[in-house]
Nanobody, 124 residues
């Protein structure tokens, strides 16, 4: 069982940066591939970024490539999402997710555990 708690969301202006954090419970954090997803009002939840267990591989959604960076610190049981050059269309609730599957997982239903989400609002 893994519990995930996101933090770092907020209200910012377009062009600003934010860093989201996701703290995982348990002692086996390094056994999980991690991902960030987001969901805007009236929209489906979409893949933002993923990172493999060993921090060797990452993948990003097309909308955030070149602006967002996912990283993890296994000693701190934490995964991060650095978001730069934010745009109003990045406004959404951002969710952290964990899966025991190998590799970088981009499909929502392959994740086993989810956090409660943190709101990111970007004003124009």
């Amino acid at each position: 069982q893994v519990q995930l708690v996101e933090s770092g969301g907020g209200l910012v202006q377009a062009g600003a940066s934010l860093r989201l954090s996701c703290l995982a419970s348990g002692r086996t954090f390094s056994s999980y591939a991690m991902g960030w997803f987001r969901q805007a009002p009236g929209q489906e939840r979409e893949f933002v970024a993923g990172i493999s267990r060993s921090y060797g591989s990452t993948n990003y959604g097309d909308a955030v490539k070149g602006r967002f960076t996912i990283s993890r610190d296994n000693a701190k049981n934490t995964v991060y999402l650095q978001m730069n050059t934010l745009k109003p269309e990045d406004t959404a609730v951002y969710y952290c997710a964990a899966t025991s599957k190998v590799g970088v997982i981009i499909t929502l239903r392959q994740y086993d555990y989810w956090g409660q989400g943190t709101q990111v609002t970007v004003s124009s």
